[in-house]
Structures are given as structure tokens and as C-alpha cells.
């Protein structure tokens, strides 16, 4: 990765320096009072050895780098910045601007050493000494990944340096104050997921795949868009971490990855793919997709829609420039705001091999781009096409180099125009304090980009994450710095008290910021919501499999007997019962809270009442047949729906009171937990909620001691023994319930409460129709009239 560093050099200066010779620098490139400028990118591919680039030139001294051929447009805006500059006498009279080019190879050791080297060598590298020459470095312009300018940041901030990033948006990441010497040219990154939110809402993409580059950055992007996500009902089929650098060395690990990214972009449901990542992440995706499909034969990838962050550019290297790209077409990107700059076209269009031969880099790109060489004296030659001057960048195509301005280039180009507008700012100011010295002969020191004047003060600043405390006994100037207490935040310097968070972010570990909380909520994509979510389907169909044989055998003796359409009835609300725990599993909102209690109780009550009416519907019958009885006239369906309607309805009268008085509505529960705002249904009235309970309550208590009490009458088809038994689990469930569901919050009360419909619900399944399934299908020899009347 290149970097293109900006620095100003204000005059040329033999230094005498231990073990070093001198170094002189040819006098075209430099004239006595000049002011050199430089700069910073992060752009070659190849591991090189050290780039030394002369200034005012971009010539290397040990080999030529490969950069990335669309990346050569950032090289160029600069030296057109640099070029209007110098001849343009009112910004900077008398003074040139040149620049030097350093290379970081993408490592963070090769960063430290290629800054020092810019900060410290001439002939040989000795820290700490400017030898030979005077180098005054004004800024620098960092690298277009944030790894490079913070590894620069953590040089140049001793030496108060300024640094202009014109790719990193990682801006929180830096914790830049007042007083930091770190600038951005480009806007905050949170911009960007606001309008990614946005376009997937407009075109309703609520499935996607997501590819993050496996990093701070990536996690950050991760940390801040998946709430954004669920907040907008969109949901992610896939995360998949896409690393930074290839290392082959990790053969296993690396294979692994491929085939796991390789399976999610072929075989997902997911139509639309977001890709967060630098320069590198489309050179990652192309070359997995060249595993798989090297004859580019398949078209699966051909339907997706890609959608681009601003980092990532369409970019290929070296021996891959050829390769298809078919696959992103109609590709979404977001970009950097960039507005036409006047001349830059046509200084393209200038540019080529002869315009200027110390651009090291001409050669290589010409020979990528065009598939061409240039004759090499130390080589034989050889039948390949030769590199001629009628070969045109304009002749490019868009997909190899673009000659319309891009964003990071115009955010280059402005960089370097910053620098020289605050360097002449810098200049009349010290000019016009000169004049206003009552005509006294007294030169100021130069000023240095970096200098505020002298700091006196009776102590060091409080900096983010403390506050001041006055010291008793002494002035108000004097005082100690001391940690904000927990759950308060300080975010400047000097702050007089600590302030909380926003009831939606939480205290960083520093104490310096706030941290957006998750927003969470139980739901089918976790592990608890799956097992919970699978449990419900499969009692569902296990009760869709029993209704349909009892349908399939309604004829036989242990179906008639009581009452066939009492079984259906508490069968399907069995089913109902099932379902309505999947709305407990679904993101809160204003529907599924009005909806998820009402439906639960209402089929709740409708499930124990038919299993009341069937207990009865079996007293009655005993009683019935005792001679002169007038329970006789009782006997029939008639009752028993008497019962189920009138019990429902009792049930129905409840909920209707609730939600037209007081009904559930969704709120986020900010203070539960430390890190996590909780998105749940608020029951707005805690007493009818525990009305429904209880009501179902009476009717499962009721249900049981009539069962009891009839589970030893002398009935062939008698079934109060086992609704005994399904009775006393169902209440052991929900009294169960009550401390649970007290004692715990958020997610996991929601759990309990799904749990505990669950488990009743298949209480009164198992024990009362399995046994009856258990002879219909497996013992249908015991499913008559005679073999019944003989066991009793």
C-alpha cells in the first residue's frame, strides 16, 4: 500500500551528523526559502523493498512498485494540486511545493519504519536527527485504510505533525479532540448506513448477506448496522468475515474460509449482498469466485445486486486485470462527494510515457494496462508488444481507469490544496504581527504548522474520562483530575462533572464516549428461539397428525365415545394454542403485542373448557343411568357446547375489557441491562393480564377435581383419568410459571412464558389423545365394542 506523504520543507541546509556523509540534493529540485510539499496513499500490491522517492519527484531509488492501475488517479491528483499551486503566485509567492511518496506494503512494522524514514534519513536512516539537510515535514496526508493513518498517528503525534486522512471514516476510532492534529477530508461513515438503510427499505430487501472485512472497522460496521437492521425488519442470512490479507502459509484456515464464503454467495436465499470493506474486499470476492467458476460458466452470481461502501473501489492487480467482472454489473455503491475539478481531465489526457520521467510508477502501470513492455538492456529481447506513446490513458477502459475524478482523488486533491491555504494563512499572519512592531527590526521565529502559543497553568489538563475536583484550601485554578464514577462519561478536556449516557448508549471502558446499545429481542435466528421455535412446529403437526386420525377413524368405538366433536374442537385449539407461541418468537410490535396474550388466553380457555365439558359430559352420563334420574335431559352435545361457548366467552369478555382500556403496546427497556436495550411488550394493565391467568387458573382446577372425582365410575369409554393426569401437569407448569416469569427479565421472561405454554399444551396432547393413538393405529384389534366392555 502506498502512502502518499505531504510535507513542507522550508529551506536546504547542510547538517553535520554523526555517522552519516553528506547528502545533497540537486539544485533544479530545490532553490534557497522553498517550501517542498509532499504526500501520503496506500496502493501497491507487491512486498518491495524499501521506496525511496527524491523530492519533487516520484522516482524510486530501489525499483519500480506495482500500485493498483485505478489507484494511479490518486497519485495524479496530487501532483495536479501540487502543479496549480506552484503556479499560481497568489497563494504562495515564491515558494515550491514537491512531495514524497512512501510505501507501507500493507504492514504495520514496514508503516513505523517508512515514517521514520520520512521524518529522519537522508543518506542513513539515524532517528531522532535531521542530517544533512533540513527537512521541515508540515503534514502529511495518511493512508486510504485506517490501519495506515493510525500507525502514522502514533509516529507523527510526538512530533505534533498534522496528519489529513482522506480515506479512513473510522473517525470515532481515533478519540480526536480540540487540540488533535488528525484531520478528515471525508464525512463520518454513520452518513453511510443511514442511506443503506434507506435504499434497502425502498426497494423492501429484507433478506441480505453480509461481507465485512474482518477488522476494528468491520466490527464497528457490524456493531452499528445490525440494530439498524432489526429496527427496519431487515434481517441477515449470512455474516461472513472476509480477512485482510491472504496468508497462504494457513493453507487449512484458508480453504476453510473460501468454502464457507463460497457456499453462502451460491446457495443463499439472499438476493442482495452488502460489502463492507477497503480496497482489497473485491479483489477477495473476484478470486473466490474464480475458484469456483474459473471459465466464468456460472450464472448464479449473475443475479445477485451487489451494494458497495465508499472504502471499496472496482479494482483488479497485475496478472488478474483481464478477469471478468461480470458478476458486479449493476452494482449499488456508495461513494465520497467529489465535484469536477477543472483541468484534470485534460491533464490525463497530457499524461504519457515522455510527459515526465521521474514517475517511477509510468512504466508499470503502461505495461499492466496495455499488456505491453518496454526493452530492458540487462534482458534479451523478447517477441512481446512494446510499450508505445500512442498508448492513452483515455483509451482505457472504466473497469482499468477512470478518467473522471474520483472520490478519494478529489479528497487528495483538497488535502493538498488545505495544506497550502493554512500555510498561507500561517505566512500573513505572521506578516501582519511583523508590521504591527512600531516599526521595530525583529524577526519572529518560524512558526511551525503544529505551534498555539506557551501553555501557564497551575496543572496539566483533565483529559476525556476525568473532571476536575477543586482542591480545598486552594484557588479554583488548582485542582485534581479525577476518574468519572461509573455510568458517567467525560468527552473533552477540562470538563467540570461527568455526564450519563443517553438512555439508548452505555459508558465506554475508558469513561470517554458513549456506545449505542444493542437492540435485542428474542427471535427465531438465536439458539434459544430456534429450539423454542422447533418445538412449537413439531407439537403443531404432531396435534395436525392426531386431529387428521382421529378424522381419518371417527367411526371407531374409542372416537365415538365422548363426544367426537368435543375432540375436534379441543384438537384444534391445541393447534391454535401451538401457534401462538410463535408470535412470542417474532419481533415486538404494535400487532403481535395486542395480538400474543388475547390470542394465548382465548385459546387456552377454549382448550381447557372442552376438556371440562368432555369431564362432565361423563358424570352426567353415569348419573343418567340410574333409574328415575332427571339428569337424562342433560345428556347430549347440547351441554357440553353450553359449556365450551359460555366458559370461552367469559374469557373473550376479559380480553376485549383489556385491549379497549389499557392494551399491550412495544417499548425498549433501557436499564435492564448495561449494554442492551430490550425490545419487549409492555402488558399495559398487569391486572387483566393475571385475570386471564387466573381465569384459565379456575378453569384447569375446576377441570381437575371433576376429573378426579369421576376418574373411578364404571364407563367403558371413561377418559377422567386421564384428563387427571393432564390436568395436574398443566397446573404444575403454570404455578411453576409464576416465580419463574417474576424473577427474570427481557428475553428470558419471554422464554419462560413460551416454555410454559409449550409444555401445557403438550401436556394435554400426551395424556389425554396418545394412549386413544396408541390403539388406533398400533392395537386396532382392542378399537371395538366387545374388547373395550371386557377389559372394564
Known amino acids: 500500500m502506498l502512502l502518499l506523504l505531504v510535507f513542507l520543507v522550508k529551506k536546504i541546509v547542510t547538517l553535520s551528523c554523526p555517522a552519516s556523509d553528506a547528502f545533497l540534493v540537486p539544485h533544479e529540485w530545490y532553490q534557497p526559502g522553498d517550501l517542498i510539499v509532499g504526500g501520503m496513499m496506500s496502493h501497491t500490491y507487491y512486498n518491495l523493498h524499501e521506496i525511496n522517492f527524491k523530492e519533487h519527484s516520484y522516482k524510486t531509488s530501489y525499483g519500480t512498485p506495482s500500485v493498483l492501475i485505478k489507484f494511479y488517479q490518486h497519485i495524479l491528483a496530487l501532483v495536479l494540486a501540487v502543479k496549480e499551486i506552484n503556479e499560481n503566485s497568489q497563494i504562495l509567492p515564491n515558494v515550491t511545493l514537491g512531495f514524497h511518496i512512501y510505501d507501507s506494503y500493507y504492514d504495520s512494522r514496514m508503516t513505523y519504519r517508512t515514517t521514520l524514514d520520512l521524518l529522519f534519513k537522508s543518506q542513513e ?134 468454502s464457507t464464503i463460497s457456499f453462502n454467495m451460491m446457495n443463499s436465499k439472499a438476493n442482495v449482498f452488502l460489502v463492507y470493506g477497503e480496497a482489497w474486499t473485491i479483489i477477495w470476492l473476484r478470486y473466490i469466485t474464480f475458484l469456483l467458476d474459473p471459465e466464468n460458466k456460472e450464472t448464479a452470481l449473475l443475479t445477485k445486486v451487489w451494494i458497495m461502501t465508499a472504502q471499496i473501489d472496482f479494482v483488479l492487480p497485475g496478472t488478474h486485470i483481464r478477469w471478468d467482472l461480470k458478476m458486479y454489473n449493476g452494482a449499488l ?162 470538563t467540570e462533572d461527568c455526564f450519563e449516557c443517553s438512555e439508548d448508549h452505555y459508558p465506554n471502558q475508558e469513561k470517554k464516549g458513549c456506545i449505542l446499545k444493542l437492540l435485542v429481542f428474542l427471535s427465531v435466528q438465536e439458539t434459544l428461539g430456534i429450539g423454542l421455535s422447533s418445538a412449537a412446529l413439531g407439537f403443531f403437526f404432531l396435534t395436525s397428525w392426531v386431529l387428521g386420525t382421529f378424522i381419518k377413524h371417527r367411526d371407531t368405538p ?58 362432565i359430559t361423563v358424570v352426567v352420563a353415569f348419573m343418567a343411568t340410574k333409574p328415575g334420574s332427571q339428569m337424562r335431559r342433560w345428556v347430549g352435545k347440547r351441554l357440553a357446547f353450553s359449556i365450551v361457548l359460555s366458559c370461552s366467552l367469559i374469557q373473550v369478555c376479559i380480553c376485549i375489557l383489556w385491549l379497549s382500556t389499557s392494551p399491550p403496546f412495544p417499548e425498549l427497556d433501557m436499564h435492564s441491562e448495561l449494554q442492551e436495550m430490550i425490545l419487549q411488550c409492555n402488558e399495559g394493565s398487569v391486572f387483566f393480564f393475571y385475570c386471564v391467568l387466573g381465569y384459565m387458573g379456575i378453569l384447569a382446577i375446576a377441570s381437575f377435581i371433576v376429573a378426579f372425582l369421576a376418574r373411578k365410575l364404571p364407563d367403558s369409554f371413561n377418559e377422567a383419568k386421564f384428563i387427571t393426569f393432564s390436568m395436574l401437569a398443566f397446573c404444575s407448569v403454570w404455578l411453576s410459571f409464576f416465580p419463574a416469569y417474576l424473577s427474570t427479565k427481557g428475553k428470558a421472561m419471554v422464554a419462560v412464558e413460551v416454555f410454559s405454554i409449550l409444555a401445557s399444551s403438550a401436556a394435554l396432547l400426551g395424556c389425554i389423545f396418545l394412549p386413544k393413538c396408541h390403539i388406533i393405529v398400533l392395537r386396532p384389534d382392542l378399537n371395538r365394542r366387545e374388547q373395550l366392555t371386557k377389559r372394564d
Open 125 to 258: 536512516f539515524v532517528p531522532n536527527y535531521k542530517c544533512d539537510r533540513q527537512k521541515n515535514l508540515m503534514a502529511i496526508v495518511g493512508g486510504l485504510d485506517f490501519v495506515t493513518s493510525f500507525y502514522i498517528a502514533e509516529i507523527i503525534g510526538f512530533f505534533k505533525i498534522p496528519q489529513l486522512t482522506y480515506g479512513s471514516s473510522a473517525q470515532e476510532e481515533f478519540q480526536t479532540s480540540k487540540l488533535s492534529s488528525l484531520y478528515f477530508m471525508v464525512p463520518k461513515e454513520d452518513h453511510q448506513y443511514i442511506g443503506i438503510i434507506q435504499l434497502l427499505r425502498h426497494f423492501r430487501w429484507t433478506w441480505i448477506g453480509i461481507f465485512s472485512v474482518d477488522n476494528n472497522n468491520g466490527e464497528n460496521f457490524l456493531q452499528k448496522m445490525q440494530p439498524l437492521l432489526s429496527e427496519n425488519g431487515i434481517c441477515a442470512a449470512f455474516i461472513e468475515s472476509l480477512a485482510q490479507q491472504l496468508h497462504l502459509e494457513r493453507f487449512f484456515e484458508l480453504s476453510q474460509m473460501i
Open 333 to 494: 455503491s456508495f461513494t465520497v462527494h467529489s465535484t469536477e475539478v477543472v483541468g484534470f481531465k485534460e491533464f490525463l489526457q497530457t499524461t504519457n510515457l515522455l510527459s515526465d520521467y521521474r514517475d517511477g510508477f509510468r512504466q508499470n502501470v503502461w505495461e499492466q494496462s496495455f499488456d505491453c513492455s518496454f526493452p530492458k538492456p540487462e534482458l534479451q529481447e523478447t517477441d512481446s508488444r512494446q510499450c508505445t506513446e500512442e498508448m492513452k490513458l483515455e483509451d482505457l477502459p472504466a473497469s482499468i481507469f477512470e478518467m473522471e475524478m474520483t472520490g478519494h482523488s478529489y479528497s487528495v486533491y483538497n488535502a493538498v490544496s488545505a495544506v497550502a491555504h493554512a500555510l498561507q494563512a500561517l505566512h500573513l499572519l505572521g506578516f501582519n504581527r511583523k508590521k504591527t512592531m512600531m516599526g521595530k527590526k525583529t524577526d519572529l521565529p518560524n512558526l511551525q504548522a503544529w505551534q498555539i502559543p506557551p501553555i501557564s497553568r497551575c496543572n496539566d489538563p483533565c483529559f476525556p474520562g476525568s473532571w476536575k475536583k477543586g482542591i480545598e484550601g486552594d484557588q479554583f485554578c488548582c485542582y485534581d483530575c479525577v476518574p468519572c464514577p461509573e455510568g458517567k462519561i467525560s468527552n473533552q478536556n477540562d
Open 558 to 615: 374409542i372416537v365415538k365415545a365422548n363426544n367426537r366433536s368435543l375432540t375436534y374442537t379441543l384438537l384444534a385449539s391445541l393447534l391454535l394454542c401451538f401457534l401462538s407461541s410463535l408470535l412470542f418468537l417474532s419481533q415486538p410490535g404494535k400487532v403481535t403485542c395486542l395480538l400474543r396474550q388475547s390470542m394465548f388466553g382465548v385459546t387456552f380457555s377454549v382448550a381447557i373448557s372442552s376438556v371440562l365439558a368432555k369431564t
